[in-house]
């Protein structure tokens, strides 16, 4: 059975975003783990921490309490990220987890040429967003960055990027039947 990923990074306890991630799940086979990024409480990466790793490293003790979240990522068959769009990118919650995940040896390595390889057994990661705002063409620097990651580092070949965008520049009513329409095409996705 799968081993599904679901990495929340959505602060509000209404989250549209959320929504829609719950959907996808919906219809994914597989055990989901899910990871509240806001419960996690995660701190970007300091000067002691980064030095507790780099010793980790340096002594191939892969399997320590600080190497978790890579170590999780790893070994997650499908990935299902959920971070709303705020100002052109995600939540910092979301940038800090991935400073904890991007562990050379554990999710990624480089081959003599200086080139990475992924060291993932992830094939798909589904990105799901909403947008109060209109997101600009070449601006979606938090869907970009994910792919960038997944393809480059990662090995995860199949990035989708499941979303709503405008939908607090029109009515509440307007809004929730955006939110309708798009849950409807979530189960009607044959790649999902």
């Not at 995940?101 to 967003?129: N, W």
Request: proline content about 5%.
């Amino acid at each position: 059975m799968n081993n599904i990923l679901f990495i929340n990074a959505c602060v509000r306890p209404d989250s549209r975003t959320r929504l829609l991630a719950k959907k996808v799940l919906e219809r994914l086979n597989g055990n989901v783990t899910e990871l509240d990024l806001e419960a996690e409480g995660l701190r970007p990466l300091d000067w002691p921490t980064l030095s507790k790793r780099l010793e980790l490293l340096s002594k191939e003790d892969m399997d320590a309490p600080l190497l978790g979240y890579a170590d999780q990522f790893s070994k997650a068959d499908e990935i299902v990220i959920a971070a709303p769009y705020w100002d052109l990118s995600f939540p910092a919650s979301l940038k800090t987890y991935i400073e904890h995940i991007c562990v050379v040896g554990k999710t990624f390595a480089y081959h003599e040429d200086g080139t990475p390889y992924s060291l993932c057994q992830a094939k798909r990661l589904i990105y799901v967003t909403t947008a109060g705002g209109s997101v600009l063409p070449g601006f979606d620097f938090g869907y970009d960055y994910i792919k960038g990651l997944c393809t480059a580092f990662f090995g995860i070949k199949e990035v989708l990027r499941v979303g709503i965008d405008g939908i607090d520049m029109v009515s509440p009513e307007e809004s929730e039947r955006m939110i309708r329409s798009v849950l409807s095409e979530i189960e009607r996705d044959s790649r999902i």
